[in-house]
C-alpha cells in the first residue's frame, strides 16, 4: 500500500452489539474497494478481521482488528472490534486512535446494550459517530422502528440520510435524503445505480428531505436565513455544513443498507473520504511521534506493536525513544496490518496506523517519539477485571512454562490480570469474564502450548476471639542426653477490629530467662499465621504470657516456640472463637427499571445496601457492603439482572463476623 498524506487518511471504528453485522460489513467495504475477492468465512472459518481460531469456532469477534483500505484516492484504516462485553477494553483502545465511529445498528434488533455502552464512550472521547442501519433485507427488519430506537437513545442529533427502498426481502436500494436521487442494486454488484426518486416515496422524501435541510441550516447563521428566505442551497454546501456538525459531533448521519447484499456500502465508503474528519494530530511538530494503542503476540515472531502516527513522519529503521523507559528502539520492519497479514511500508505519515514488530520493550499504552519531543498522552488504563479463576499447570512441563505465558498473554490483553495469593497458594487469572477467561485459557493451551487446570477462587478468611482464656504449653521429651522442656503460661483477648495481634510479656522472676521471649513471641507468631481452630490466619488478638518453668540443662529456644504454640492452641479453644469472612464496598450502577432487581438481590446475597442515588441517564447508583464470598462471579449475575446494562465496582472493605450457620461449612 502506498504513502498517503495526512489529509488523504480517514481512521474509523466500527462498533455494535455483537451479531450486529460489523465484521460482515468490514469485508463488504474491502470487497467494494477491490482489496479483497470475496465476502464471507473461508474453508477454515476465519475471515480478514475474525482471522484468530477462537473467533472462527466461536463466530464471534475477541479482539479489534485493522483493516485498511484505498477508496476514492484516500486510504481508509477500518478498525473492527468485538461486540461481546467481555472485550470492551479493546472497543476503548479503537476509540483512541478513530477519529470517526461508525455505529453498526440491526434493523431486526434495534439498539442494542452494547451499542449504548460504545456510544457512551465515543461521547466521553467527543468522538464523532455516525450510523449504519443493517440487515434490512431481513424478516422483520424496519429502518422507521430503528430510527425511532436510535433517536430515543441518543437524541436529536441523530439525522437520517437515507430511506430505504422496499423492504425485508424486497430491499433493493436507497434514497438519497440530500440530493433528491435514489440508488438501486443489483444482486451481488456493490455499486449502485442512480436513478428517480421511486413515485411511491416521493412524498415522503419530501417530507424528511425538509426536515434534515433545517437539522443540518441550523449550526450555520448564513444557510439559516438563505433556507428562510426559500433560497436554494447546493448539496456541496449542505454537505460542508453537514461535516461541520459531524465534526463538533452534534449531528450523528444515519445511513442504511445490508452488509450481505453489498446494498448501501459502497455509498458509506464515500461518506466516510467526504464527510468524514481527517485525522486528529499532535501538532504541526515535524518530529515523530506514535501510540501504541495494541499489542499481539506471536509464538514465532514475538511482539507486534500496532500504533498512530501522533505527528511527523515514521521511518523504516527509525530510532525512536520509549516515553516510559527512556530506551531507544528501532523501527527495524514498518508494516500496515488487514487481519493477520503486515504489507512492508518505507513511511508512515501523521494521522496514519501502522505496525512494528520486535521492539526491545514497548508496550501498549506507550509513546515513542524522536528524543527530546515533549508530548504527552492519557494512559490506556483499563477496567478493573470482574471475574477471577484459580488456575494451575496440569502437569510438570506446563508449570515450567506458565510464568512465561501468562506474562505474553498479559502483555497482549490490558484487562487481563495474573496474581499470586499467598494466603490462598492460588495463582488468580482475573478478565472481563466467563467467555473472556475461557478463551485466554485456550490461547495459553493453542498459543504457548501451555494447559491448565481450573477451579474456584477461594475466599481468605481470618478467624478471631470473642472471650478471655487461659492455658499452658508444655514440651517435655527425654530420650537420652539432652532433652526438651518448657512450660509457658498465657492469657489470650480479643482487642478492637483491626488491631492485629499483641504480645504482652508478664514473665517475673526468671521463670522464662529473658534470651527465649523471642522464641515465645515467634512461636506465637508463627501460629497465628498457619491458622487457628478453623485453619485459617488468627487476628485481632492479644496474647500476654503470664509464667512457665525452664530447665537448666534442657530448656532451649526450639522447646520454647513449640511450647508457646501449644499453649496459644488450647487458649483459642477456650475463648469463643469465630470465623470472619471478607466484606466487599459494592457500588453498582444501574438502569432504574433494575433497581428493585438489584437491591432484592444484594438482600438475597446478605448485603446492607447503605445508599442509593440518581447518575443521569437514567440511571441509579447503589452502594452496598456484600461479603466477598456472594460476588465472586457477580458480573454474570449483574448481567442477567440487567440485560448487560449494569456495571459495578468492587473494593475490599472489612472483615466481619460469619454467620454461625455458614462456619461449618468454612473449616479448613
Not at 381 to 388: C, E, F, H, M, Q
Not at 612 to 640: F, H, N
Amino acid at each position: 500500500m502506498k504513502t498517503f498524506s495526512t489529509t488523504k487518511i480517514r481512521n474509523v471504528v466500527l462498533l455494535g452489539h455483537s451479531g450486529c453485522g460489523k465484521t460482515t460489513l468490514a469485508e463488504a467495504l474491502l470487497f467494494t474497494a477491490g482489496a479483497i475477492p470475496r465476502v464471507g468465512r473461508v474453508e477454515d472459518g476465519t475471515t480478514v478481521c475474525d482471522f484468530d481460531p477462537e473467533s472462527a469456532r466461536r463466530h464471534l469477534s475477541i479482539s479489534l482488528a485493522l483493516a485498511p483500505f484505498v477508496f476514492a484516492g484516500h486510504k481508509i484504516n477500518l478498525i473492527d472490534t468485538p461486540g461481546y462485553a467481555d472485550f470492551i477494553t479493546d472497543v476503548a483502545a479503537a476509540l483512541r486512535v478513530a477519529d470517526l465511529a461508525v455505529f453498526v445498528v440491526s434493523a431486526v434488533d434495534g439498539v442494542e446494550v452494547q451499542t449504548e455502552i460504545g456510544w457512551r464512550l465515543a461521547d466521553e472521547l467527543g468522538i464523532p459517530r455516525i450510523v449504519f442501519v443493517n440487515k434490512l433485507d431481513r424478516e422483520r427488519a424496519s429502518f422507521e422502528r430503528t430510527l425511532d430506537d436510535l433517536k430515543d437513545r441518543f437524541g436529536a442529533g441523530i439525522a437520517p440520510l437515507e430511506l430505504p427502498i422496499g423492504s425485508e426481502a424486497e430491499f433493493r436500494g436507497v434514497v438519497d435524503l440530500l440530493s433528491d436521487t435514489a440508488e438501486t442494486y443489483a444482486d451481488g454488484s456493490p455499486l449502485g445505480v442512480e436513478g428517480p426518486v421511486p413515485d411511491s416515496m416521493v412524498a415522503e422524501e419530501h417530507s424528511v428531505h425538509d426536515a434534515l435541510i433545517e437539522g443540518i441550516v441550523v449550526a450555520d447563521d448564513d444557510l439559516t436565513e438563505r433556507y428562510l428566505a426559500d433560497e436554494s442551497i447546493e448539496v456541496s454546501e449542505l454537505g460542508h455544513a453537514l461535516a461541520t456538525g459531524i465534526d463538533a459531533a452534534t449531528v450523528f448521519p444515519v445511513l442504511c443498507g445490508s452488509a450481505t447484499k453489498l446494498i448501501g456500502v459502497d455509498r458509506l465508503a464515500r461518506f466516510i473520504v467526504e464527510e468524514g474528519p481527517e485525522p486528529h494530530v499532535a501538532g504541526d511538530d515535524q518530529n515523530a511521534a506514535v501510540f501504541v494503542f495494541k499489542t499481539l503476540v506471536d509464538p514465532y515472531v514475538g511482539r507486534v506493536n500496532l500504533f498512530k502516527v501522533l505527528q511527523g513522519v515514521v521511518q523504516t529503521d527509525a530510532t525512536l525513544v520509549n516515553g516510559r523507559t527512556m530506551h531507544d528502539e528501532r523501527f527495524h520492519q514498518l508494516s500496515t496490518m488487514r487481519g493477520n497479514e503486515p504489507s512492508p511500508a518505507s513511511e508512515l505519515h501523521a494521522g496514519d496506523i501502522g505496525a512494528v514488530a520486535k521492539l526491545a520493550d514497548t508496550r501498549t499504552g506507550d509513546v515513542i517519539a524522536v528524543r527530546g519531543t515533549d508530548i504527552s498522552v492519557p494512559p490506556l488504563v483499563p477496567p478493573a477485571p470482574l471475574l477471577s479463576v484459580a488456575i494451575q499447570a496440569r502437569s510438570k512441563t506446563d508449570d515450567d512454562k506458565l510464568a512465561t505465558a501468562l506474562h505474553r498473554v498479559v502483555d497482549e490483553d490490558l484487562a487481563l490480570r495474573v496474581d499470586r495469593d499467598a494466603e490462598t497458594h492460588q495463582t488468580l487469572l482475573a478478565g472481563m469474564g466467563e467467555t473472556h477467561l475461557a478463551i485466554t485459557i485456550d490461547k495459553l493451551a493453542r498459543k504457548f502450548g501451555v494447559e491448565v487446570e481450573t477451579e474456584p477462587v477461594k475466599v481468605a478468611y481470618r478467624e478471631t476471639i470473642t472471650g478471655t482464656a487461659e492455658a499452658e504449653g508444655r514440651v517435655k521429651k527425654q530420650t537420652g542426653g539432652h532433652g526438651q522442656f518448657a512450660v509457658v503460661s498465657m492469657r489470650v483477648e480479643p482487642v478492637e477490629r483491626g488491631d492485629g495481634f499483641e504480645f504482652v510479656d508478664r514473665v517475673v522472676g526468671g521463670a522464662i530467662p529473658r534470651n527465649y521471649i523471642p522464641a515465645v513471641e515467634k512461636g506465637l507468631v508463627e501460629t497465628i499465621e498457619h491458622g487457628g481452630v478453623f485453619g485459617f490466619p488468627v487476628v485481632d488478638i492479644r496474647a500476654t504470657v503470664l509464667d512457665g518453668k525452664h530447665h537448666a540443662v534442657d530448656s532451649s529456644e526450639m522447646a520454647f516456640k513449640s511450647a508457646a504454640a501449644h499453649g496459644l492452641k488450647a487458649a483459642l479453644e477456650e475463648a469463643n472463637p469465630i470465623l470472619l469472612e471478607p466484606v466487599s464496598e459494592l457500588v453498582v450502577t444501574v438502569p432504574e427499571s433494575s433497581q428493585g432487581d438489584i437491591m432484592g438481590d444484594l438482600n438475597a446475597k446478605r448485603g446492607r445496601v447503605h445508599g442509593t442515588s440518581a447518575v443521569g441517564r437514567g440511571e441509579v447508583e447503589i452502594v452496598a457492603m456484600v461479603p466477598t464470598s456472594e460476588i465472586l462471579r457477580y458480573t454474570i449475575d449483574l448481567r442477567s439482572i440487567t440485560g448487560g446494562r449494569g456495571r459495578f465496582v468492587a473494593t475490599h472493605s472489612h472483615y466481619d463476623a460469619l454467620p454461625d450457620h455458614l462456619v461449618a461449612a468454612k473449616r479448613r
